[in-house]
């Protein structure tokens, strides 16, 4: 039952800022929002017993990549003003797809007979993430690094200044 | 009632159509890249959920979602250094008036 008024909380702190996202005319208070969805997701994931990623989200998204279009607004010049019209024509037919999807994805997610299983995680989830790294992921483990440099040496010569 | 496995599925069913939503009816490049967060974030909800109550032997849930974070951050990353260069050169960071391409 107390499991139940945390999971309500979290889900109502992880969607109403993103509706707030994706709907507000204002594109600070829209990055701004990011932050407590962000922070929801955190405690989902601690909800799953999943602490290192949610250590990570907490780092990554809430601590660098927001702060990070923060920072892009910025230099760009998107302003809190609410007079630059910030939504396209094509409201309705988003709204319909969206919707529909959103729809059809959590009827068709719920419906599925998943094969549950009633094990336990691992102890302790660093040290199982990390020998799952190194052991059984280690392709991926090495090339999400090679996309790591390549995204850093991309993102400084895209956006230094021509000279 | 207990939390299931559904509940967690409901949740990142609607992250992911906001999201979705953001990115089909905003006009500003970086409002665009935060709909695409959104539903990342959507998806690494639903393959840590699926972890814990479909597979939990293992985690391999956790490592998806943890190198998807990864890949989400690169991707921002080169994302709105695009923008910056797109603003630097172009003089806006609206959608619908970056028209260099069109026909």
Known sequence: MGELAVFIVLAVLTL???AVVVTTGNLVRAAMSLIPSFLGVTGLFVLLQAEFVAGIQILIYAGAI?????FVI???QGG?????RQVNEQRLVGLLVAGGLAVALGVMLVRTPWPRSAGTLPASNVAA????????FILAFEISSLVLLASLVGALV???REQ | MQVGLNHYLVVSALLFGLGLYGILTRRNAVAILMGIELMLNATNINLVAFNRYVAPGALAGHVFALVIITLAACEA??????VMAVFRNLETVHVDEITLMKW
Not at chain 1, 66 to 70: F, G
Not at chain 1, 131 to 136: C, G, K
Not at chain 2, 77 to 82: C, I, K, N, P
């Open chain 1, 158 to 160: 895209i956006a230094r």
């Open chain 1, 80 to 84: 809190t003003g609410l007079s630059i």
């Open chain 1, 66 to 70: 927001a702060v990070l279009i923060l």
């Open chain 2, 77 to 82: 990353a080169v994302g709105l250094a695009l």
């Open chain 1, 74 to 76: 910025m230099l760009t």
């Open chain 1, 16 to 18: 109403v800022p993103a």
């Open chain 1, 129 to 136: 993430v990390g020998n799952a790294f190194l052991t059984d």
